[in-house]
T-cell receptor, first 116, second 111 residues
Framework: NAGVMQNPRHLVRRRGQEARLRCSPM?????VYWYRQLPEEGLKFMVY????????ESGMPKERFSAEFPKEGPSILRIQQVVRGDSAAYFC??????????????FGEGSRLTVL | AQSVTQLDSQVPVFEEAPVELRCNYS??????LFWYVQYPNQGLQLLLKYLSGSTLVKGINGFEAEFNKSQTSFHLRKPSVHISDTAEYFC?????????FGKGTRLSVIA
């Protein structure tokens, strides 16, 4: 059973470009969470999605950031018009339906975004 | 809302010595508590969890933690550390909301 797969592992963008980060949850997991880790900081919750639904986006910046988890395919975190402050590691985690909101998450290895 | 405070940002310790990583939480509802470990350039891995029942929880790699409701703490301990335990450790809490993490404690084991 493959783990949570994130790609790309490393992404470099210039200011103003778009960044797209993809996450494929573990097989059988229908809940996906995105977290952002800034240097010397813990992980900050961004968004929680089910297939075709955003359950909780209270941690998402109001502008430039969006997330989706379509019926088919991976979840995507999209950052438009990136700025240097967006440089961070973005982690995706998944959980099976019966463990949603219990904190038992399975994490991917992260996508490290660098904005030049 | 929940919050987590990890009292030490860095903990250096000699190999085979005991270690305690401290975590305090704040919540107005019943909580589930977790410790996750992050090795360099990797994702987080669940170390142990407290959901209910016995307040002493044992996890992987010889770690254990004790849930203390009166002190709102969930400190992580290991009686004898190895070089391979060098990593970042995150305490986390949830009360039926997405997981809230502390800022992490960097454990450095010195040979």
């Amino acid at each position: 059973n493959a783990g949570v797969m994130q790609n790309p592992r490393h992404l470099v963008r210039r200011r103003g470009q778009e960044a797209r980060l993809r996450c494929s949850p573990m097989k059988g997991h229908s809940h996906v969470y995105w977290y952002r880790q800034l240097p010397e900081e813990g992980l900050k919750f961004m968004v929680y999605l089910q297939k075709e639904n955003i359950i909780d986006e209270s941690g998402m910046p109001k502008e430039r950031f969006s997330a989706e988890f379509p019926k088919e395919g991976p979840s995507i975190l999209r950052i438009q018009q990136v700025v240097r402050g967006d440089s961070a590691a973005y982690f995706c985690a998944s959980s099976p339906p019966e463990k949603r909101n219990t904190g038992e998450l399975f994490f991917g290895e992260g996508s490290r975004l660098t904005v030049l | 809302a929940q919050s987590v405070t990890q009292l030490d940002s860095q903990v250096p310790v000699f190999e085979e010595a005991p270690v305690e990583l401290r975590c305090n939480y704040s919540s107005s509802v019943s909580v589930y508590l977790f410790w996750y470990v992050q090795y360099p350039n990797q994702g987080l891995q669940l170390l142990l969890k407290y959901l209910s029942g016995s307040t002493l929880v044992k996890g992987i790699n010889g770690f254990e933690a004790e849930f203390n409701k009166s002190q709102t703490s969930f400190h992580l301990r290991k009686p004898s550390v190895h070089i391979s335990d060098t990593a970042e450790y995150f305490c986390a809490v949830t009360g039926n909301t997405p997981l809230v993490f502390g800022k992490g404690t960097r454990l450095s084991v010195i040979a």
